[in-house]
């Protein structure tokens, strides 16, 4: 048995009875206990392309949503358990978390979320840091994002995680963070990035997820750290589960694999405890 399907057949009542009665003119009343299967978690995924699994596997969804992504992955693991809907989207923010949350309600068992990064300027930041002309720009760009970690996310995490819990309260609400885009390495020729920044870049990470799990703990759902899975496969190492320069013309770049959704994020979900309240 597979450990969504045990966890969920674990939490989850096995059957539930139903006693028929004979009606008063038939032969002697009696009881018969019905088996009923128990109707599937109804568990709902929001966030960004890394929950939408955009970059994991082809596909024609506008918002990049792919059956490689780890939300879809977990239903597929549990046999009929779980029943999903995935409204995450590339490029959402906290923000357009809050409207996804329209697709929550009281019926909802199990939310996970996956947001924060679009809430930074990321992408700009790596842009102007592999530009070697731009390095007032890479600096200019790099406090500019520290100082959105310490004011406007923190806030902005917040709000999103009010709204969520709100909107399913009888939901376990799972909060994950990020991979680090570089593995420890001294070369790096398949990414035009220099050490330092790759350093920069898995600093800003670092405290971009230390933000989310604050957040998840001030508002009382569970995070998850994805970091240790992803520890031995980001950029630069032998065996990557981030998408790399091939990838920077769609935009598909730092964004987890088939393989990084597979054995990076849906472990570390599915291991955090799916049913349980926080």
């Not at 450990?3 to 059957?15: D, E, L, Q």
């Not at 490029?91 to 309600?105: H, K």
């Not at 309260?169 to 035009?192: D, E, M």
């Not at 870049?201 to 970091?227: E, F, M, P, T």
Request: hydrophobic share 45%.
């Amino acid at each position: 048995m597979s450990y969504p399907t045990a966890i969920f057949h674990r939490v989850v009542a096995v059957c539930a009875t139903v006693a028929l009665t004979a009606t008063a003119w038939a032969a002697p009343a009696t009881a018969v206990a019905v088996s009923v299967a128990p109707s599937p978690l109804q568990y709902v995924a929001l966030g960004d392309s890394y929950a939408a699994g955009f970059g994991a596997a082809p596909t024609s969804d506008a918002c990049g949503r792919s059956a490689a992504a780890y939300p879809a992955l977990l239903a597929r693991e549990a046999h009929g358990g779980i029943a999903v809907r995935n409204a995450a989207c590339v490029g959402a923010t906290t923000a357009d978390v809050i409207r996804q949350s329209s697709a929550l309600s009281p019926r909802t068992g199990l939310v996970t979320i996956t947001a924060g990064a679009n809430d930074l300027p990321l992408k700009q930041l790596l842009e102007s840091c592999m530009n070697r002309f731009s390095a007032v720009a890479c600096q200019d760009g790099t406090l500019t994002i520290n100082r959105r970690l310490v004011t406007a996310l923190p806030r902005d995490l917040n709000r999103m995680l009010r709204t969520v819990t709100t909107a399913a309260p009888n939901a376990r609400v799972i909060v994950t963070g990020y991979p680090l885009p570089f593995a420890k390495s001294r070369q790096c020729p398949a990414v035009p990035v220099t050490a330092r920044m790759r350093v920069r870049a898995n600093q800003v990470v670092s405290r971009l997820n230390a933000a989310i799990a604050a957040a998840a703990n001030r508002n009382r759902v569970r995070y998850v750290d994805v970091q240790p899975g992803f520890a031995a496969h980001g950029l630069c190492s032998r065996k990557p589960w981030l998408v790399g320069a091939e990838g920077m013309r769609d935009d598909r770049v730092l964004h987890p694999t088939a393989t990084g959704q597979a054995r990076g994020y849906l472990p570390a979900v599915a291991g955090s405890g799916l049913t349980d309240r926080a």
